[in-house]
Structures are given as structure tokens and as C-alpha cells.
DNA sequence: GCCAATTCCTACTAAATTACTATGTTATCT
DNA sequence: AGATAACATAGTAATTTAGTAGGAATTGGC
């Protein structure tokens, strides 16, 4: 559960897809360059997005993406949750359990990363898309 | 700002350190028995943590070491700080500036980014090691 | 029907990070 | 002197990150 170069890409490149969107589908060549992004690299982000219903796109020639739900509905933790796979396991189970240097699963330290991983998750969640392009929009 | 093996590690370590302690140095072969932990790794973490002077350390034989503060006065943050050397660097100074793909420091994202590092660094400072403590006992 | 524009898919890779291990050296107590 | 510790540095296997490469599949417009 981190925040990382790939998450603030996918945000700038989702926030430019809402902005310059007026009903029909942006080309991910129009986003990139707009947001001076590695093509090829975004790609694979979309793809992961949209597997998570958070946009859809459209085939062909004058295609491009579209996002699938209102910006008051799509949150931080939903863009990271589809980037990456086991983002939940990533605390307690990530850190200890299987390993050779675990006392045991659950171990007495088990609610204290769940709580904490709860807690951050429940914040992430809070920050929707439509706050984030709000704050862009001030600044202009 | 990861919460990895790396920091369950050092809480499990620490806590250890603190439970065994009865005003004498413990020593890393007993607190890593104890926790069952990798001696040579701990070893390092905790030169990290005296650094930051959270512990202190007692030379040669009957060594062993000591936490530095009050129980109370040592947070997650504190921890992962002594850990992690740019540990604060890792938000949109680490996600975006110095790369090709920036549009610019700081761009229209920066104050998202600092402002969840901010709230999720506060938060992290909350959690002492007091109260990490005390929920190991609560258990027992 | 063809061509251009576009998404979709898979595989590869260089660099960094993580989680260690190995091999000592230095300091202190008995 | 010898045992017991902390201290220090270097190496390393596995994983992740941040991409690149090269193409296949799909659709709109002429």
C-alpha cells in the first residue's frame, strides 16, 4: 500500500482524461502528451482500470477511454486497489505470515497492522477524484 | 513511507527489548531468540535506531541494549524515520520531480500528495510504543 | 475494401530495493 | 586472557518498479 511514481500517474493521467473529456472517449495519446506520461506504460495502467470498472474504453479508429463512474465515486484507494493486485494483503500477512521469521499467524502484533492498514485505507478512500480536479481547478 | 517486514521487524525487536528490560541491557541474541528474528539483520536495524538515538547500547560483555526515551515518547513514525533514510522524500518529491515525465515542481499535484503524507505521518506519530505495549498484554 | 487510428496483449529489461548472509573488528566484563 | 557482546562493511538472491519493444485486434472514414 504505498504511493508511488505509478499511482501519481494513473491519477494525473485520470485527471486529464476527466478534464479533457466532454462525452466522448479521449485517445490515450491525447493524455499523455497533454500530461507528458510514457505511453506504453499508462496502457497497462488502463488496463488494470478498467478490469476494476473504473473506466471503459472504445475500439478503433476515434476511440479512446471514457471514465465508468461519477468522480465523486472513484477514490484514491480504488485506483490503487487496481493497480495493485494484493494491495490488502499487503500488511500483516504481507509482512510476517509464511515467513520463516513469524511467531505464528495471527501473532500478537496482528490488530495493531490491521487497524493501522484500515485506518490509512479508509482515509485513502475518502479522496475522490472529484476533490483532486477541484484542487487542480483553483489553482488556475 | 512503506510500512514493510522491515518495520514489523523493528516494533517486534523494540517491544521485545522493552519487556525483557528491568533497567539492564538485553542483549540482540536474547531479544532475537525471544521474537525469533534474524540476528545479523536486527543488528543493523537497531545501529539505525541508536543513530536516531531511540535506543542506546552497552559495549562488551554483559552489553546489550537500552531504549533511549520513554515508552511514550516513541511513535511508528520515529521508527520508520530512523529506518528509512528519505523517508519524508517519498511523496511527490520521490513519485514526480527530477523525472522526465514531471510536468514541472511543483506541479499541480503537489499539495495532494504532501497533504496525505502529512495526515498519514500524524498518524503514524499517534501510535507510541506505550500503547503497542499495552495491547501485547491486554492478550495475555 | 483498405487504411489509419486506436485499444489490447505479451514479453522483456535495467535499475533499485528488500531482506537478508558473511566475515570480521572493537569494546567490556570476569 | 577469554568470553561475550556491540559495531562495521560488503556481498547477494529475490522481488518490484518503471519502463520499452513489438505486434495483434478492432473500428471509423474514404
Redesign the pocket.
Known amino acids: 500500500m504505498?504511493i508511488?511514481?505509478?499511482?501519481?500517474?494513473a491519477v494525473r493521467a485520470l485527471s486529464e482524461l476527466v478534464l479533457s473529456s466532454d462525452g466522448k472517449?479521449?485517445?490515450?495519446?491525447?493524455?499523455c502528451r497533454k500530461q507528458n506520461l510514457?505511453?506504453?506504460?499508462i496502457?497497462?495502467l488502463?488496463?488494470k482500470l478498467?478490469?476494476k470498472e473504473i473506466?471503459?474504453?472504445?475500439?478503433?479508429?476515434?476511440?479512446?477511454?471514457l471514465l465508468n463512474k461519477p468522480i465523486s465515486e472513484v477514490s484514491l484507494k480504488d485506483i490503487m486497489h487496481a493497480l495493485?493486485d494484493?494491495f490488502s494483503n499487503k500488511f500483516c500477512y504481507g509482512?510476517n505470515a509464511h515467513?520463516?521469521?513469524c511467531t505464528g499467524f495471527p501473532c500478537g502484533f496482528y490488530e495493531l497492522w490491521d487497524d493501522i492498514k484500515n485506518f490509512i485505507e479508509d482515509y485513502l478512500d475518502s479522496i475522490k477524484l472529484e476533490q483532486i480536479i477541484s484542487r487542480l481547478q483553483e489553482k488556475k
Chains 1, 2 share one sequence.
Open positions: 504505498q508511488t511514481t505509478k499511482t501519481g500517474y472517449p479521449v485517445s490515450m495519446s491525447e493524455i510514457p505511453i506504453k506504460y496502457e497497462q488502463f488496463r478498467k478490469k473506466i471503459k474504453s472504445i475500439h478503433g479508429s476515434r476511440g479512446g477511454y495493485d494484493d509482512i515467513s520463516e521469521y
